[in-house]
């Protein structure tokens, strides 16, 4: 065969593989296309009874995966209802990397468009907050800064001051009580839940990820210092809550090992 017939032959049976590959994906994820071409068993019929079983075992798959990234939303609608609505999102929203810790990511933003669910406004937030809890779990570890190098900063120095924060940290806001809905659905404390909004604050700055409820204040303190030098970040924390406290929240910051640096 010569050479450049040869590059032609290749190319298209390359093309034609590809081909296979996207139909057999494709199929993957909907029930009501055929068994691809050139899936056949080991004595070369058709096999589309395995393709049917293999097809079943990824949907599975991946709804398990959303119920380990998403207990809490769960727990909330029960284990029928989110298998249901699972399976919907699978379909719509198949992996986009290879690696099943990531799957989920558009999760919360699927929940904010799904009829079945919409009477139950706060579960597209509470689901970001269980978002945030897996990225804090996977985030880098980080060592915390020493106490001492803001000690030593006074005057416009402090105020000047860039505070590097754990990579782990992470704030949610919400309309919706959506701190104390993760709590009552995923702890042994069933304190009565309110209906005023509340903001979540979920870290890992050790082995463990601590969920926590800070004031308006406090949030408006750390989403600041991740742009803004920390006299900037305290100003704009004392125009959310005036009694802001800068001594304590550093204090605070610090002992449990979230900020990393000061420059």
Known sequence: ???????????????????????????????????????????????????????????????????????????????????????????KHPPKSPLIIYYGEDFPKFLTKFPPASHLGYLPDVARVELARRHAYHAADAIPCAPEKLANLDGNRLYNARIKLHPSLHIVRSRYPVFS??????????????????????????????????TAGTAMFIESLVTDPLGVAMDKAKGAQPDFDLAVNLTELLSAGLITDIN
């Open 1 to 91: 065969m010569k050479p450049a017939l040869q590059m032609t032959f290749l190319l298209v049976k390359q093309k034609l593989h590809e081909m296979m590959q996207k139909d057999f994906a494709k199929g993957l994820l909907d029930p009501t296309l055929p068994t691809p071409e050139g899936v056949v068993g080991p004595n070369g019929r058709a096999a589309g009874k395995r393709y049917d079983v293999y097809r079943n075992n990824v949907v599975v798959s991946l709804t398990e995966a959303l119920v380990s990234a998403f207990p809490v939303i769960q727990a909330i609608v029960g284990s029928e209802f989110f298998d249901a609505m699972a399976g919907v999102h699978v379909r």
């Open 181 to 214: 809905i993760w709590r009552y659905n995923s702890t042994e404390d069933k304190s009565p839940i309110g209906e005023a909004r509340e903001i979540t604050m979920i870290s890992r700055p050790a082995e463990e990820v601590v969920m926590q409820n800070p």
